[in-house]
């Protein structure tokens, strides 16, 4: 993504300020501010935020490297996939038991995602929320977080609080603190 978005000449100026944004000790509000979130369902949830191309993930089913959910917000985001092809992704993730065990679910960018092969087809909305409707905790869509301009950084493994209600998620900076600057 470094190369491809931010190493461009005309990156947009909000990309810019949130890559900055992962190198400074700010959180980041998001709000309906940035874009028109949508919640699916509603709730509030905090945790480890964890995620990405949802192609990406899913390879890694099965793998020592596989996706740990368990009680972590999860974000998932892709490019240039048809709905057929991220429905099978979502009942991958529902069948390994990974939306089930998240304590909230982000659904970024999913761009140029629809029907190119087929005249009928699911749609994008449809192949997301299908299972997600069900889990019964907080789900909301519309992040700017992808393969989208602008696009907002957001630090994997930073911590995330939710809320559907408010139409907002916290993400904590990725950088730690030194302890003797923690104030307390």
Same mark, same amino acid.
């Given at each position: 993504?470094?190369?491809?978005?931010?190493? /461009?000449?005309?990156?947009?100026? !909000?990309? /810019? *300020?949130? &890559?900055? *944004?992962? &190198?400074?000790?700010?959180?980041?509000?998001?709000?309906? *501010?940035?874009?028109?979130?949508?919640? #699916?369902?509603?709730?509030?949830?905090?945790?480890?935020? +964890?995620?990405? @191309?949802?192609?990406?993930?899913?390879?890694?089913?099965?793998?020592?490297? !596989?996706?740990?959910?368990? @009680? =972590?917000?999860? &974000?998932?985001?892709? $490019?240039?996939?048809?709905? %057929?092809? $991220?429905?099978?992704?979502?009942?991958?993730? %529902?069948?390994? @038991?990974?939306?089930?065990?998240?304590?909230?679910? +982000? $659904?970024?960018?999913?761009?140029?995602? %629809?029907? /190119?092969?087929?005249? !009928?087809?699911?749609?994008? !909305?449809?192949?997301?929320?299908?299972?997600?409707?069900?889990l019964k905790k907080p789900v909301m869509k519309g992040f700017r977080i992808g393969h989208c301009s602008p696009q $907002?950084?957001?630090? #994997?493994?930073? %911590?995330?609080?939710?809320?559907?209600?408010? =139409?907002?998620?916290? &993400?904590?900076?990725? #950088?730690?603190?030194?302890?003797?600057? #923690?104030?307390?």
């Amino acid at each position: 993504m470094l190369s491809s978005d931010l190493g /461009k000449e005309d990156v947009h100026i !909000e990309t /810019k *300020q949130a &890559f900055y *944004q992962l &190198f400074s000790h700010r959180s980041l509000c998001y709000t309906d *501010q940035i874009s028109m979130l949508d919640t #699916i369902c509603e709730g509030e949830a905090t945790g480890q935020l +964890i995620g990405g @191309n949802l192609t990406l993930l899913v390879s890694t089913l099965g793998t020592p490297f !596989e996706l740990d959910t368990k @009680n =972590r917000i999860l &974000f998932i985001e892709d $490019i240039d996939e048809e709905p %057929y092809e $991220i429905d099978r992704m979502m009942t991958q993730l %529902y069948m390994a @038991n990974k939306l089930q065990d998240a304590a909230g679910i +982000i $659904i970024g960018d999913f761009h140029n995602c %629809y029907p /190119k092969k087929r005249t !009928e087809s699911l749609s994008l !909305e449809m192949a997301l929320t299908s299972y997600l409707t069900s889990l019964k905790k907080p789900v909301m869509k519309g992040f700017r977080i992808g393969h989208c301009s602008p696009q $907002i950084a957001v630090a #994997i493994g930073s %911590y995330a609080t939710m809320s559907t209600h408010q =139409r907002t998620v916290e &993400f904590e900076s990725g #950088i730690a603190l030194p302890k003797d600057k #923690i104030e307390r």
